[in-house]
């Protein structure tokens, strides 16, 4: 799954037609129907997304393969994810998650506080899970230019300026 990105995610059945609540993650998110064909995390590929109306948190969508309400409801809650080649590419202060997870974290004085397990966005601007070595709790670090000064793709490293206490040793 590394050459793909998350695009979205389906909600369950919209009706009894064969229609799926559709959750678009994209930036702009009408967008998602033109990077098929889209594929679940099991491999399964949906080659055509039509989106067919609007609702408060998405779309209603036809997808191919889809055609009752109980093909529906068994994709609730399943992510969609695109190709990276059919991906805008990025100003240089954007990132696509899955680029981010991995990455290991350091402190402004080079120690390692962790790897980014996941990024996380609950509305309230996006968090890091770093999963830190000899804990067993991950620290959620808010991924924002004060927290999180640098992201080095290349060095596949994050500086963090973490707020003080976030990080705390055992020791």
């Known amino acids: 799954m590394s050459d793909r990105v998350i695009v979205g995610a389906i909600g369950g059945a919209f009706g009894v037609q064969g229609e799926v609540r559709l959750k678009s993650y994209c930036a702009d998110p009408q967008a998602i129907a033109d990077y098929t064909p889209l594929y679940a ?12 109306g609007q609702l ?5 969508a036809r997808m191919d393969g889809v055609v009752t309400k109980e093909d529906a409801d068994a994709l609730r809650n399943v992510n969609l994810y695109a190709a990276r080649d059919v991906m805008p590419s990025l100003p240089d202060d954007e990132y696509y ?3 981010l ?6 402190d ?8 980014v397990k996941t990024v996380m966005d609950h509305g309230a601007g996006d968090l ?8 067993s709790d991950t620290v ?4 924002t230019r004060a927290a999180v000064p640098t992201v080095d793709l ?6 963090a300026d973490p707020p003080d206490g976030l990080f705390v040793s055992d020791g």
Not at 41 to 52: C, K, M, P, Y
């Open 140 to 143: 959620l670090l808010p991924f």
């Open 41 to 52: 995390e099991d491999g399964r590929a949906f080659a055509q997304v039509v989106l067919t």
């Open 97 to 99: 998650y899955a680029d």
């Open 154 to 159: 290349t060095a596949k490293r994050i500086i």
């Open 108 to 115: 402004t004085g080079g120690i390692t506080l962790g790897t």
């Open 128 to 135: 890091l899970e770093i999963i830190v070595p000899g804990a």
């Open 56 to 60: 408060k948190n998405g779309f209603t």
């Open 101 to 106: 997870i991995g990455l290991t974290v350091v």
